[in-house]
């Protein structure tokens, strides 16, 4: 299995940090965002890895190099302007191929997530060995964490592994999904679009699958959270 990491964003609400330094080079704990997650992915065996960037992507280049450096393969999809989650997809294709594959945000901090667990979340075959038909089987697999105080009303509901779009409780989507390479399919290369709209149009169609991560995880997206993470533990709230 092949990984993607998203790591486009210009990180607006990080600056003035993010106006020399990619978002996904910040440091949390002495180590950088996305040096943390290839970390991750090399220890559950995922070491051919996708890195698209647009905003001073030549510094996560020179940072990460070819990844051999961390037991790691990396490609590069560069992307002249920003083109959101579900557009990176569709760019990077020719290098992700037809198989499913794990996709991570990289200004997320999640640093004991097991990424073994995503090699089996799409089944090809129900539980008595019959192959799924194409509009019945899942095309994303989504792991969902208890809504943090800036997204309390949540993004999805859960109901037996099935993500939905309506009902409660409700719980955040945490930036880790596994995906099939053709729920992309409408997407066209160097197209502008979003992941959400997508997820919600196969969820209506029962066709997300996701499941509840409880290890720690932060979303990134200020420098107040970054500051939050770097703090001494006598000092964090």
């Known amino acids: 299995m092949k990984a993607m990491i998203f790591a486009a964003g210009r990180g607006e609400r990080m600056r003035p940090l993010t106006d020399t330094c990619p978002k996904p080079l910040l440091k949390v704990r002495g180590r950088p965002l996305i040096v943390w997650h290839v970390l991750n992915l090399v220890r559950a065996g995922i070491t ?18 070819d990844g051999s450096q961390f037991g790691a393969r990396i490609a590069y999809s560069a992307e002249g302007q920003a083109l959101e989650t579900a557009g990176g997809v569709a ?7 037809e198989d499913p594959f794990v996709a991570l945000a990289a200004d997320i901090w999640c640093p004991h997530f097991d990424f073994s ?7 090809e075959k129900d539980m008595w060995g019959q192959a799924y038909a194409p509009d019945k089987r899942d095309l994303a697999w989504l792991y969902l964490v208890k809504n943090p105080a800036h997204n ?11 993500i939905a779009n309506e009902g409660e409780p409700r719980w955040t989507f945490s930036g880790i999904g596994v995906y099939r390479p053709e729920m992309f399919d409408a997407v066209q290369a160097g197209q502008s679009a979003k992941l959400a709209p997508l997820l919600r149009e196969y969820a209506a169609r029962a066709q997300v699958g996701g499941e509840i991560y409880r290890g720690d995880w932060t979303d990134v997206g200020t420098a107040e959270r970054l500051a939050q993470l770097n703090a001494p533990l006598s000092s964090r709230t």
């Open 48 to 65: 051919d890895i996708v890195i698209n960037h647009a905003h001073l992507g030549e510094m996560i280049e020179q940072a990460m190099g």
């Open 91 to 97: 760019l990077a294709r020719p290098l992700l191929g």
């Open 117 to 123: 667990q995503v090699f089996d979340v799409l089944q």
């Open 152 to 162: 309390p009303r949540g993004d999805f509901a859960l109901n037996s592994f099935s």
